[in-house]
């Protein structure tokens, strides 16, 4: 009875549908709007061709402080995780060593040029095939600007549009078929502080002269020769905290020598930056299996921590809060250089690149991902998730899906030392 029930019911829907030709064409007619419409509003996808990073030349050793400031730095330099052979500004080694603006400017183009040149040879890419060009450096604001400066020295076309600035992704998940040259460096020329005050000195035991470039397009004929697909991007702003705000500053100390200070709230910052930022990435880069574990974890996290505040805190049974599995969602991590509270497996890149080319500011990625590759790990389907962070305070992740397996170009800043790393970097 249900059999010739149903049927008959579908004989019905046919024949109303027959009679009704109008009301057919229309819905027609508006799915067909519709699935246009999201095809047209849907961001483009958006693949990493290939990369380069820039390997300055060493210099000879010089120095210019007090005994007093010399012992700090480098009582600093020891604990900080960096090696003997990191880069840092070639002014400190000329006769008269004074940071100038040509210093910092030749600093720039010797870092960007080189690593713009590279990327465009190993993806024989047309220099006049640029639509967009991308520079992020936040220390140094020369005119005419970075941006300008490559243009000038790739010969790109005069419709290039140009960005001194973050954020790449969402303009090209803007243009179909586009291509971008994005490159990363930071001024460490006109920063490096020769006054005494030890809130200053850290950032000259930590940050080194670096830089990288990547070549990006939302072209589909592309995918089949790119390295990387871009999964998800996440930015985070905590600059409304006054702590957040204040935890990185450039500014003159008592004597008028520019630098600068790091608070001694950063550490601090940074983690509570990154707990807001990794419950935003959880939520959509996690499977459900893991949400649920995690959700049930925060819950006795909660309920616990609750009790701790009716007398178990005195006696040091205060629950801490839990963190979320990624590495169900994710075979491999790129994390910012500074950060030591992960497990060896999981921040192993970011120290041995801490400790070969120190703290390179935003460049520091690639630097990790030429690691990765040295090291033969990254895998054709891998999961990348880069993680950073810069002043502000401001929290970035790129997630990628890798398109090809390694491979070790000539160019890669690891290829004469991969094979000595890992080594053991103080905690």
Known sequence: MSLLGSAAAAMEVGAFLWEDKLAVAALAWCLTVALVAYAARRPKRVYLLDYACHKPRMPPSSGRYTADSVDFMRTIFLKSGLGNETYVPSFLFEQDGDPRLATAIREAEEGLFSAADAVLRKTRMDPEMIDVVVVTCSMLWPAPSLSSMIVNHCKLRPDVKTFNLSGMARILRQKSGGYALVLATESTSLNWYFGNNRSMLVTNCIFRVGAAAALLTSDPARRR????????????????????????????????????????????????????????????????????????????????????????????KVAQPPVPDFTQAFEHMCFHPGERRLPDEMVEPARMTLHRFGNTSSSSIFYELGYFEAKGKLKRGDRLWMLAFGTGFKVSSLVWVALRDSRVDPDNPWADCAHIYPVEVPL
Do not use: W
């Open 225 to 316: 020769s790119a390295m990387m697909e871009l999964v998800h991007a996440l930015r985070t702003h905590h600059g409304a905290s006054d702590p957040s705000f204040q935890s990185a500053l450039q500014r003159e100390d008592e004597m008028g020598t520019g630098g600068v200070e790091l608070s001694k709230d950063l550490v601090c910052v940074a983690g509570a930056a990154l707990r807001e930022h990794i419950r935003s990435l959880a939520l959509r880069m996690l499977p459900i299996s893991e949400l649920l574990q995690y959700a049930c974890a925060a819950a006795r996290s909660a309920a616990l921590r609750a009790v701790a505040t009716r007398g178990a805190a005195a006696q040091g």
